[in-house]
């Protein structure tokens, strides 16, 4: 088995295709084929269905795909310890929507002018799905709400976000008539831990929605209080940046429940290179009355 062959299985996996995994590996499409096969037949197992316009993986396959991705991770390890230290090749990184829409633009900015041979992979996500990819190797690291909450994890904390909930400019006040309305709640799907705070506030107020309907976007979400469809939470950095923002009231979130604090978090048993520069780098934008603590051991 060659690293090579886990690369080509890789972009297969991520294209879904092995003419565009070809393509943006700069191989023809019958070599990608050729060494699909000869890692099947040392495998003993099939890794792709496949029909004439796309190649999916098997059950086989996306068991194997964390595997691969796990080797890979480790091999790029290897190399960033290489050429003495110096941060080079792949860095995965994971982030809130909000945070990657907000707070990290500028560092990642600044990381690339400091350290041009990294390439950085951004993916945005809820908090559910980047904690199911730090574990399985996915991701490098990723910012996203609280502490780490398992023991293979550490991390620092990076932003406090104050969280406000949107209403229709109609609704100046969140009194009983307005709970009574039974408003519809527009939130992120089931694995997002902000969706939680605003289902926990939802439940303090003893508000019982109408009706909840996920949507996948801030922009949407504010655009549907906004035309007067319901209500809905966001962090009050990411409302201030977003157009009509003026359209809508935002509402303060007293306590515990609108004080959100972001971590970049990252698996205990990495030593990377690309990591040690990437913290080193966010340190440098962080506030100094809300300098980033180190988690627990």
């Keep these: 088995m060659e690293i090579s062959q886990l690369e080509i299985f890789l972009a297969v996996a991520e294209t879904g295709s092995i003419t565009k995994a070809a393509t943006k590996l700069l191989r023809a499409p019958s070599n990608v084929s050729t060494r699909i096969q000869q890692l099947e037949r040392e495998l003993g197992v099939k890794l792709l269905v496949r029909d004439k ?25 290897a190399k960033a310890f290489t050429a003495q230290g110096e941060p080079r090749g792949k860095f995965r990184l994971g982030a809130l929507e909000s945070t990657a829409a907000v707070r990290i633009p500028p560092i990642l900015a600044s990381f690339h002018l400091h350290y041009p041979a990294v390439d950085v992979e951004l ?6 799905v980047l904690f199911d990819h730090l574990l399985n190797g996915q991701l490098t690291a990723a910012f996203s709400d ?7 994890l550490t991390g620092i904390r990076a932003f406090a976000e104050d969280l406000v909930i949107l209403t229709p400019q109609t609704v100046t ?10 408003p519809t709640a527009f939130m992120f799907g089931t694995i997002c831990s902000y969706r939680q705070r605003f289902e926990d506030w939802l439940d303090f107020q003893g508000i019982v929605p109408g ?15 906004a035309a007067g469809g319901g209500i809905c939470m966001m962090p009050k950095s990411l409302l201030e940046t977003l157009p009509g923002a003026s359209k809508v009231n935002a509402h303060v979130i007293p306590g515990k429940l609108g ?3 972001t971590w970049l978090m990252w698996r205990r048993d990495c030593r990377s290179a690309n990591l040690k520069a ?12 809300d300098q980033a603590e180190e988690a627990a051991a």
């Design 146 to 152: 609280g502490k780490p909450a398992v023991p293979a």
């Design 278 to 289: 990437f913290i080193t780098e966010l340190k440098e934008h962080l506030n100094p009355l």
């Design 259 to 261: 004080r959100a604090e």
């Design 53 to 77: 316009r796309q190649s999916s993986l098997s059950a086989d396959g996306e068991l194997f795909r964390d595997h691969a991705q796990k080797i890979i991770d480790l091999v790029n390890d």
């Design 211 to 225: 009706r909840i309907v996920e949507i996948s976007s801030y922009y949407s979400m504010l655009a549907c209080v």
């Design 123 to 128: 993916e945005a996500a809820s908090s559910g």
């Design 173 to 182: 006040e969140i009194d009983d008539d307005f709970k009574a309305s039974h």
